[in-house]
């Protein structure tokens, strides 16, 4: 099973003497080109935003619309991407301020109450949740111990416009052109062990804190060829874009008891 000290890894820094030739505002760190055979996988987005004026919801997702703009123009469907809230652009480097990201902190009890869907997970295992059997207070329990849960956004649910706006602004099909999945777990929590997904996902810390370990090498082979391994830290407001095919995992930052992130698949 994967855990993160398992693998020698490197930081992801911009003051490296590699550092991808790329200029994206707001930016903290990114990754290595994917290569060409996963880049062709990759869906085609940039012509199809349609995301309004300079405060519109894709704008507040990566901090700013100068931001959005250009990381569809440089990185999109290149190399993972990480956006940290906190690096807030002075006004030497722009001239617009910081926005606030569309989804912010769970209300989990809501989420329960109207949610039919959410599984139970832990380093890979899946189960569905069965009210009838635990109680809210059963689940605050398992996540306390370590557990985590994976709830799919659906029309029931409180943040179900929000997954319509953001489908409008990427020009994709309302209410199935992507999967928006709010995870929530424990302390020292695994929900998904190391795997990679079969769309691009951009991945938005709500509260708490994220380790993630994430490819950074032999794109498009097996996993045994990995040999670089990048690690992010994931703290609220920050924003993690993962390209289609590349590895990654994730687990709950130490000294924090839970932990929420909401992922956004582009199906």
């Known amino acids: 099973l994967w855990t993160p000290q398992l693998h020698k890894t490197e930081s992801f820094s911009l003051a490296s003497s590699s550092r991808p030739p790329i200029t994206v505002d707001g930016v903290g760190f990114v990754g290595n080109e994917i290569g060409a055979y996963l880049q062709r996988q990759q869906i085609t987005l940039a012509s199809c935003i349609d995301d309004g004026d300079e405060e519109g919801i894709l704008a507040a997702l990566f901090g700013s619309a100068k931001a959005r703009d ?34 912010s902190g769970i209300d989990l009890p809501s989420l329960y109450e109207t949610n039919e869907w959410t599984s139970l997970r832990k380093r890979g295992s899946q189960n569905m949740l069965d009210k009838d059997q635990m109680s809210y207070g059963g ?109 990654h995992a994730a687990t709950t930052a130490k000294g924090f008891s839970t932990t929420t992130h909401a992922t956004i698949g582009l199906s």
Do not use: C
Not at 84 to 91: A, G, H
Not at 212 to 235: E, L, R
């Open 139 to 247: 689940l605050t329990e398992y996540i306390a111990g370590g557990g985590s849960i994976v709830i799919p956004v659906t029309p029931d649910d409180y943040l179900f416009p929000t997954k319509l706006q953001i489908e409008r602004a990427f020009g994709v099909e309302e209410e199935t052109g992507t999967t928006v999945n709010i995870y929530h777990s424990g302390p020292s929590a695994i929900a998904l062990n190391l795997h990679y997904d079969a769309w691009p996902v951009f991945v938005l810390q709500l509260e708490g804190g994220k380790e993630w370990i994430i490819q950074n090498n032999a794109f498009g082979q097996p996993k045994s060829q990995i040999t670089q391994w990048k690690n992010v830290t994931m703290t609220e407001g920050d924003l993690l874009y993962i390209p289609k095919g590349v590895f």
């Open 70 to 103: 250009q990381f569809f123009e440089h990185a999109y469907g290149r190399r993972v991407t990480h956006f940290p809230r906190s690096k807030e652009p002075t006004k030497s480097e722009n001239n617009h301020r910081l926005l606030e990201p569309p989804i």
